[in-house]
């Protein structure tokens, strides 16, 4: 059975027992599903299927003999600082974490991709030739559709594969489930079908562009690309909402949809090399995911991790995912385009705080002025965030999480659901949390992600560690419960051999 080398587990996970036994199990359920697979319903269309009538219904598919797969990983995502910045092209400290996806993948010959997932019932099927046929919001088979026509406009090859992925990344908890099944299937898409030649900026793009137009979400570039690129990473999307549409040789028109975070080249914003391999040899440059990012006003390295200043992230999961609230969701970057045309501006990165305060009385919408200026206090944070990183400043790094979190609660308003005000586990929780934090003197809790539900972030001294994961508990259950790294791996093909 061919499987992941054991260095290379080691270097992307910091060890092999739990690592090789998931690897193992993947490369398994892989063969299960598509060793044997018959050439049957050739030419079957999905076209206006739902899920349930995909599975039934798969169109011809070449056969994938036992050691025809190759691994990849991609990781989930933390927010240190810059909660709902993005989409306005603000500034995110942000970092992969140790939770990930993994696929075991091949191509299959034919013009169909299809991807089956741990846990869920139902094949997702997507035949590239009746893309214009998908329909919208049908889950992760809209999404999949979406990616493949993205990177297709945007002048990469996309061919037929087979996948069979596993996840341990929390589902519609904050975490960027999504953002990191979508940069799983562009490293996929990057290793087999062009050479390696994509770069983190364009699987971001992609995957915005599939959320955006398939998914009717209005997502920013910070989940993918902290998922794409592994490790601690400052973005500054100020410089991308403002380039124009045509860069070099590159077209990017046909991905526009109006939302100017996606109209950036890839020229601009890609690596150096190919994007992310991950082998155990020494020689790890131009394709490794260390490689530098070419605009460093984009996306800019940080060796940085909790761990280095004695501290521990945990992530909570409430009880209550944000899947079903995407219009709240969608309701901030909007409002935060409300104040900005107010100055005549289309985002808020065009503009600044003195400019948006003498024309308060022309935005009618109190939220959104509230919005607005929670945008630009947390780009102020994400700097003095950053800084704190590199000096290893550990009281100005908490003070930056802590007035992050309180200014999301407060000002941007997203750690509850206006409309369903007596379900507040987001605001709960971080009630519970502080309470124990105030008993300790240290560490810090701030709501994590798109919010609204989902999941909270408590930073606090590895000491303290144990007793808080019991102690929350209590409340959440210890399954909801998340002590975690920062990894230094974001997406990519995992070196392998037969065994």
């Not at 996948?163 to 999504?178: K, L, R």
């Not at 398939?214 to 601690?232: E, H, R």
Request: net charge negative.
């Amino acid at each position: 059975m061919k499987l992941p080398e054991l260095q290379t587990l080691e270097k992307i996970y910091g060890e092999t027992e739990h690592s090789l036994a998931r690897y193992q199990s993947l490369a398994e359920n892989y063969r299960k599903q598509f060793a044997s697979v018959r050439a049957e319903s050739a030419g079957t269309s999905n076209a206006g299927a739902t899920m349930s009538d995909v599975s039934k219904a798969e169109p011809a598919m070449a056969d994938a003999p036992e050691c025809e797969m190759e691994f990849f990983t991609a990781p989930g995502r933390t927010e240190i600082v810059g909660n709902h910045t993005d989409h306005n092209g603000g500034k995110i400290l942000s970092g992969s974490i140790s939770l990930d996806t993994i696929g075991a993948a091949y191509p299959n010959g034919t013009d169909v991709i299809t991807i089956v997932s741990e846990g869920y019932r139902d094949k997702v099927i997507v035949d590239l030739t009746r893309l214009d046929k998908v329909p919208k919001n049908k889950g992760t088979y809209s999404l999949v559709a979406g990616m493949a026509m993205a990177a297709r406009k945007m002048g990469f090859s996309v061919s037929g594969f087979n996948a069979y992925v596993s996840t341990e990344v929390i589902s519609a908890a904050g975490v960027s489930s999504s953002a990191s099944f979508e940069m799983l299937v562009c490293a996929i898409i990057n290793y087999f079908f062009n050479e390696g030649q994509m770069h983190y900026i364009d699987y971001a793009r992609i995957g915005q562009y599939a959320e955006n137009h398939f998914w009717d979400k209005a997502s920013g570039l910070m989940d993918q690309m902290a998922c794409a690129v592994g490790g601690t990473i400052l973005l500054d999307f100020s410089k991308i909402a403002v380039l124009p549409q045509e860069q070099g040789n590159k077209s990017v028109s046909g991905v526009s949809d109006g939302q100017t975070t996606a109209n950036a080249g890839s020229e601009h914003t890609g690596q150096g090399g190919k994007s992310g391999r991950f082998g155990s040899g020494e020689g790890e440059t131009a394709d490794a995911p260390s490689a530098v990012i070419r605009d460093e006003d984009i996306c800019k390295r940080v060796e940085f991790s909790f761990s280095q200043l004695g501290y521990d992230l945990v992530i909570v999961n409430t009880g209550k995912g944000h899947a079903d609230l995407s219009d709240e969701y969608s309701s901030v970057p909007f409002e935060m385009k409300e104040a900005a045309g107010a100055v005549g501006a289309k985002l808020l990165c065009e503009t600044d705080e003195e400019t948006v305060l003498g024309k308060l009385s022309a935005i009618e919408n109190d939220r959104a002025i509230l919005r607005a200026l929670h945008f630009f206090e947390e780009n102020k944070r994400v700097d003095a965030a950053y800084q704190a990183s590199l000096d290893r400043d550990e009281a100005a790094l908490l003070k930056a999480i802590d007035e992050s979190g309180r200014s999301s609660w407060e000002w941007l308003q997203n750690c509850y659901s206006i409309r369903n005000y007596k379900e507040q586990k987001v605001t709960l929780t971080l009630a519970l949390t502080r309470l124990f934090l105030n008993r300790t003197g240290r560490g810090v809790c701030r709501v994590h992600g798109g919010g609204f539900a989902g999941v909270i972030a408590c930073v606090l001294p590895q000491e303290e560690t144990a007793d808080y994961v019991d102690y929350i508990a209590q409340y959440v259950g210890k399954e909801n419960v998340y002590p975690m790294n920062i990894r230094t791996f974001g997406a990519g093909h995992v070196e392998s051999r037969a065994n």
